[in-house]
């Protein structure tokens, strides 16, 4: 396999056969983010990937799950994108999940038909950053949309079929907002109604755009408790009919797993237990090295 490093993909895909569509990202102005910096964004010629896939095949003869890398290949032309997909499909008939990265800056424009023919050819799944529902926030942190926009994104994606996995950012909003980046981001994900809202818990180290704001003073990290208390803020608030709630990424301190609305409560508790504790070492400083 060919890979311009360094690949990223969701910890749900670690068991995927990774093919690069895309390298890096077309976005790439976030400020908590390093993941793409050093990258410069282009489509690959869709002969590489086809001679990749290819390679695949030939030492990974029937993997259940593709992900199309690198951030955003849900950018790509339509017919672009579908010939990609054909191609996974051809080397692999059986593949039970073929999926990407999409933010709503590149869905909130795209016809239903274009995204119904994405479904058709056999993108299951898109994972996509909303990060906040605040929209104070997510100019701040320069992510391209807005709280609008990635309820359009998701309206879209759900009438053509296509499966929801979006994710919050545990302490974006820092200790200025995050009252409102808790409650906001409910709000949207109650409009937006994702099959799966997955935690991620913002950790800034050197090169990250946000990083020098932590030595001026101008962003305040919470501590693992003030996010547990953010999270069980944002938790209580959620009306989202089915959806599956995951904390299933190395950065956060609990593991909070269930599905709305019925475990709700005792996600909630959950919570509550590990703050009961007054020194638990789950919500205690972690080091980058830690990560």
């Given at each position: 396999m060919r890979y311009e490093e360094p690949v990223f993909r969701p910890p749900c895909e670690s068991g995927s056969l990774i093919i690069q569509a895309t390298i890096g990202c077309p976005h790439n102005q976030c400020m908590f983010c390093g993941m793409y910096k050093g990258k410069k964004y282009r489509v690959r010629p869709l002969s590489d990937v086809a001679e990749d896939l290819e390679m695949a095949r030939r030492v990974w003869s029937d993997p259940y799950s593709v992900f199309l890398a690198d951030g955003n290949t849900i950018a790509m032309r339509t017919d672009d994108l579908v010939q990609v997909l054909d191609y996974v499909r051809e080397a692999f008939p059986n593949v039970g999940r073929i999926s990407c990265y999409g933010g709503a800056r590149f869905i909130k424009g795209r016809k239903v038909e274009d995204l119904k023919r994405l479904k058709e050819h056999g993108l299951k799944i898109v994972y996509m950053g909303l990060e906040s529902g605040d929209d104070v926030i997510l100019e701040r942190v320069r992510k391209g949309a807005d709280s609008d926009d990635y309820v359009r994104a998701a309206q879209k994606l759900r009438e053509a079929?296509?499966?929801?996995?979006?994710?919050?950012?545990?302490?974006l909003g820092g200790r200025e907002r995050w009252h409102e980046h808790a409650l906001n981001s409910a709000k949207t994900l109650n409009r937006m109604s994702p099959d799966y809202i997955r935690i991620r818990t913002l950790v800034l180290m050197p090169g990250f755009p946000m990083y020098d704001q932590l030595g001026t003073g101008e962003f305040e990290e919470l501590t693992g408790r003030e996010v547990a208390l953010e999270t069980r803020l944002l938790l209580e608030n959620l009306e989202v009919e089915g959806a599956q709630f995951l904390?299933?990424?190395?950065?956060?301190?609990?593991?909070?797993?269930?599905?709305?609305?019925?475990?709700?409560?005792?996600?909630?508790?959950?919570?509550?237990?590990?703050?009961a504790a007054p020194h638990n070492p789950m919500l205690g400083p972690r080091t980058i090295h830690s990560l």
């Open positions: 079929g296509i499966e929801l996995s979006t994710y919050v950012l545990a302490g904390s299933d990424h190395v950065s956060n301190y609990l593991p909070i797993y269930g599905k709305l609305p019925e475990d709700r409560e005792e996600m909630l508790a959950a919570i509550d237990d590990a703050l």
